[in-house]
């Protein structure tokens, strides 16, 4: 499901895929993210797809948020080795390609961490081929992906597009997200003093994701002019 203003034509609002948190749900994260301004959502198409695969194990979640839950792919206890990841891609892909075009992609925990490894993949042509380039990431509790087989190839190359990072002061994973951070090439930082979940935006993190906004408008309108 798609959310944004009417106030803007869709073509002048970037379509952003929005990649839920592991054993959550696209419905999970529309809720957390419509807790954002409108300022913010209504410039942006927001879509909220459910992860490929049901959660084979206990959610977080569960007495917070409603079932069902999904998850991206499997893993390892280091995290080190994944299982359906290619199905994983290539359920992404077909998700862009018929809800889309996307212009950039929201990733929460991880589904932010995909969304982080994805244009490295894309640019080296072994996912999303059929599909427009990545132009901008909104990473949320990120990190990077740790399987050595997907990060030498996801990392190979500075992230080349602008990002938007959100590290929360108590997160588990905020080292991480600042190793992804030193990755990335036109990042922009919202820190904000929660663990690891999504922000509501306060005045400094409004003025920086507005910021941003703008940039990508920036971008893609340069991209229109070609």
Known sequence: MGIGGDEMGKEQRPRILCLHGFRTSGEILKKQVLKWPDSVLRDVDLVFPDGPFPAQGKSDVEGIFDPPYFEWFQFNKEFTEYTNFDECLAYIEDLMIKQGPFDGLLGFSQGAMLSAALPGLQAKGV?????????????IGGAKLKSPSVAETAYASPIQCPSLHFLGETDFLKPYGLELLESCVDPFVVHH???HTIPRL???????TTRFLDRIRDVLAGDEEQ
Request: proline share 9%; no cysteine; charged share 30%.
């Open 202 to 208: 306060d005045e400094k993190g409004l003025e920086t």
């Open 127 to 139: 996912a999303l081929t059929k599909v427009p380039t990545i132009k901008f990431l909104i990473i």
């Open 193 to 195: 003093p929660k663990g």
